[in-house]
């Protein structure tokens, strides 16, 4: 009966998040004054007041998401968690795989800020705005979908950014293709084509100039191995390596998060648990679609800590 620690990714910030937490508990609000002196700038008062479009911008998302994660995380430890006895693996979504890797020891939260600062500029910076678009794919195989953005490639850079499970797969490029693929999809077939409301084409081989970034960033952070391995986005599989988890981490910027996979990976390899840490339950969600099998737990706030830490007793793994 093992259990994995999931890192919900952006979509999931909402204004308010982690207040609660860092008013009741004093470890909760030490990382988000060490995440704000990382930065040079009270991002905290942005996650905990606003406006909600400071906070979605990509630069402060990734930040905040993850302050908000480690805040939980630390509350959890100074509670008796000990993450590497209660956890066999961590993963995350796109940018929750930097929370998974700094819950996991990896990075510090000081480190683990500022690279997601500069990965959510960098990925913000890479495509001119406008030019650039993500829609989301419902009710289509993910052969279908990977077939569809390889005939509207001709119409420019177009591929398959995140394979949620349930049937959600979301493409990402060049607004003609994508919105070329999104409509060759409802023709297929698809329950849904949704265009994204997204600022830059995330995932996708136009991000390059920001995995370029990310290469460099991350040569320059001490990286020490994670107490549990990390099942990375782009392979669907563990990985305790730093140096291979770095250079993964680049891979991420242009390639698919395999999320589907991922979940079904545990599955068949003994866990049966997955722990959410962090805002929402985005990850909980979509883990019920892909494999009912698995017992989500999520932790957002003080009133989940805990009936968590009392539910993870039974599932130490």
């Keep these: 009966m093992a259990t994995a620690f999931t890192f919900p990714g952006q979509g999931s910030q909402a204004v308010g998040m982690g207040k609660e937490l860092a008013d009741a508990y004093p470890e909760a609000r030490a990382v988000f004054a060490e995440v704000d002196e990382a930065l040079g700038e009270k991002l905290s008062i942005v996650i905990f ?21 480690m805040a939980l995380i630390r509350v959890l430890e100074a509670r008796g968690l000990d993450l590497k006895q ?16 700094c819950a996991a020891g990896m990075f510090s939260i000081a480190d683990t800020a500022r690279l997601l600062r500069i990965r959510g500029n960098a990925m913000q910076a890479a495509v001119p705005a406008g030019q650039g678009a993500m829609a989301a794919i419902i009710g289509l195989e993910h052969g279908d979908v990977d077939a569809i953005c390889a005939e509207a490639a001709k ?5 398959i950014a995140n394979d949620n499970g349930g049937g959600q797969l979301v493409i990402s490029g060049l ?3 994508v919105e070329a693929a999104a409509a060759a999809a409802t023709e297929k077939g698809a329950k849904r084509a949704l265009m994204l409301p997204v600022s830059a084409p995330f995932h996708s081989s136009l991000m390059q100039p920001a995995a370029d970034a990310m290469r460099e960033a991350l040569a320059g952070v001490q990286k020490l191995a994670p107490v549990v391995p990390v099942v990375a986005n782009v392979r669907a ?10 250079r ?29 840490i962090g805002a929402g ?3 909980t969600g979509l883990a019920r679609r892909i494999d009912r099998s698995v017992t989500g737990l999520n932790v957002a706030g003080p009133a989940d800590i805990d009936p968590f830490l009392a539910a993870i007793s039974g599932h130490t793994g």
């Design 86 to 101: 209660t956890a066999s693996y961590v993963a995350g979504h796109s940018l929750g795989e930097y929370s998974a890797l």
């Design 175 to 177: 607004k003609p293709a």
């Design 248 to 276: 993964l981490l680049v891979e991420q910027v242009t390639g698919q998060v395999r999320w589907r996979e991922t979940v079904a990976w545990f599955a068949q390899n003994g866990v049966t648990t997955l722990a959410e």
């Design 49 to 69: 007041e606003g406006p909600e479009e400071t906070l979605t911008l990509t630069a402060n998302a990734q930040p905040a998401l993850m302050a908000v994660s």
């Design 281 to 283: 339950k985005v990850l």
């Design 155 to 159: 119409l420019g850079a177009v591929q």
């Design 237 to 246: 599989a563990p990985v305790s390596d730093p140096d291979e988890i770095a």
